[in-house]
């Protein structure tokens, strides 16, 4: 493995714990006794987004090329609801169960792709997900198979996210960077406004530290993703993302305070992991 390579694989990894950490930030507010509603934290981390997207564009002196507004809108709005649900999730369960239901994104453009592109059906994709989804159900239900309707928030981000996914794949074909970020920070950032304007207010200076490294921490990840990908394979790529769904199993405990999964939920846990990268593997080498 050549240095860039191993600086790339390094990233990507680095991206997955950004993203985890930012997750844990929203937590942390909890345990400080903050009462940080999500939809602040979702507001934050679009509107700084979208600030340091301006800053970087300004410098750059980069302009917006729009050619395709449906795609630019689609991603942005599915982008909009996986964050909300996603940060949802965190703070109505645990750290650790919404990044794994999270990370369930790769399993619904499989089943999204069979319903909507006849040249993408593909059987065997389709059984690991079903088994996969066993995984799913020993996370949503663990130990005593007590469901907890909160964990359909993680489930729905990842839902959300899939959206979000397949239109940014649309659109990176007719867009470039710059523009793909300038509306998806700047659409959610008038969305989230607009729908939840009453819980929108000016944070302390407490709870202005947590708003804002957990959206820096996060749009820190999403940079080093970027980064990370110039140098290494798909497969190898959407493997270390993947990582996270591992990272936030065993991380959990020591610094989010989750309690400990289950056997089953590692089970579950596993099970998401595996199919991850199998989808990754098999549709890079279709």
Known sequence: ?????????????????????????IKWSSMAGLNID???????????GFATVLLIMGLGRHKIKVVKKRLLFGRALGNCLAVYCFFRGVDLTSVAQANILNMTYPLFIAVFSWFLYKDQRDIVAILIVL????????????????FDFNSLWGLASGISGAVAIMYLNLSR??????TTLFFMFGVGTVIVFC???????????????YLFWCSAL??????LLTIGFKYVTAIEGGIISSSRILLAAML????????????SGWIGAFLIFAANVYLTVRKAKR
């Open 218 to 223: 996060a749009i820190a990840g999403q940079y």
């Open 252 to 263: 959990g405990p020591l610094i989010a305070m989750d309690p400990f999964l289950s056997l």
């Open 38 to 48: 999500s939809s602040l934290f979702t507001f934050a981390r679009f509107f700084i």
């Open 173 to 178: 074909r007719v867009h470039d960077t710059h």
């Open 195 to 209: 729908l939840f304007y009453h819980q929108m207010r000016v944070p302390s200076l407490e709870e202005f530290k």
């Open 1 to 25: 493995m050549d240095i860039k390579t191993t600086m790339g694989c390094l990233a990507i990894f680095g991206s997955a714990f950004l993203f985890y950490l930012a997750t844990v930030i």
């Open 131 to 146: 088994v996969a989804f066993a995984g799913v159900w020993l996370i949503l239900s663990p130990g005593n198979m007590a």
